[in-house]
């Protein structure tokens, strides 16, 4: 069995990404890294070509600017670095997410198991959305708790962007998510923890491929209600990246809740009375 892992990342130092920490975090299991490397103003290339392991593939693109139509341009590098995998898994991992040294055994064991059922596409994980610092948490069905990050590679898929899969069915007049089954392990993502002027300098450039305007990002301004304190460890590759801030990440205690958020906070309420989990999945849950 051989796993492959890929991404891509464009202007990865000048948004602030822990990108060369993700890729380090899942090296010990897997037989090739592809990095697709858009073309860029900063030293994305020659950090990643610094890491110097022989696992990493490095494929150059140059995205193309004037597609700006619900993120498809994100879907279109995703697939240029996965249609060079040539593992029996493709393991997608963005460059603010890291996987813990605990948990790789997991996703190891999880790609053996399923290996010969035909019909597990896809393996998900669970996530921590950490916000603010490294002490802090989100939890609301507004924050995907659980997503599908690695991809049979002998099956026909697709993203329309960069965050999940389509299967093509129907011989292919139609599509649908993946049929995925769960590793046990988790996804910590770091995007959020990066600072403000990072995280709006990357909003500034990327909104455009959605069509959408920019909108300055405050951190403050979000419902408190939903940070939650982490307790447990981070995985080793992320550590020295980490703010040092001390304590759960504090909301502006005078943030009007905008629509989104009640209606966030009711499916909250949802959850707890009747044990329901109301987050987006871009899966199809197999039973075990």
């Known amino acids: 069995m051989n796993i492959s ?123 921590l959305h950490f916000y603010g610092n490294a002490n802090s948490y989100l939890d609301s069905p507004g924050w995907y708790r659980r997503e599908a990050r690695i991809i049979r590679n002998s099956i026909r898929s697709y993203a329309p962007d960069g965050l999940f899969w389509h299967v093509p069915a129907d011989r292919g007049r139609v599509s649908r998510y993946p049929r995925a089954a769960h590793t046990g392990a988790r996804i910590y993502h770091y995007g959020w923890v990066r600072s403000e ?5 990357k909003s500034e450039n990327v909104q455009k491929y959605w069509s959408n305007n ?28 980490l703010p040092k801030e001390k304590g759960i990440y504090q909301a502006n205690p005078a943030h009007v809740l905008t629509r989104r958020e009640k209606k966030h906070r009711l499916m909250l309420k949802l959850e707890r ?4 989990e109301l987050s987006k999945k871009h899966f199809l849950p197999l039973k075990p």
């Open 214 to 241: 920019h909108k300055q990002i405050d951190y403050r301004e979000i419902d408190q209600s939903i940070i939650r304190e982490f307790t447990g460890s981070h995985p080793a590759t992320i550590r020295e990246w």
């Open 5 to 127: 892992a890929f991404t891509f990342i464009r202007n990865g130092s000048i948004f602030g990404f822990p990108f060369v920490e993700s890729i380090r975090s899942v090296l010990p299991i897997v037989d090739e890294f592809l990095v697709n490397v858009g073309e860029g103003q900063d030293d994305t290339l020659e950090r990643i070509r610094a890491i110097g392991d022989p696992k990493i593939r490095i494929v150059e693109s140059r995205w193309n600017d004037r597609m700006k139509a619900g993120g498809y341009v994100y879907g279109q590098q995703k697939m240029i670095a996965q249609f060079n995998c040539t593992g029996d898994w493709a393991f997608y991992l963005e460059g603010d997410e890291v996987v813990h040294e605990n948990d790789l055994q997991k996703i190891v064991d999880a790609c053996r198991t399923h290996l010969g059922d035909e019909r597990v596409e896809a393996l998900t994980f669970d996530y």
């Open 273 to 276: 009375l009747f044990g329901l």
């Open 197 to 201: 002027e990072e995280m709006n300098r």
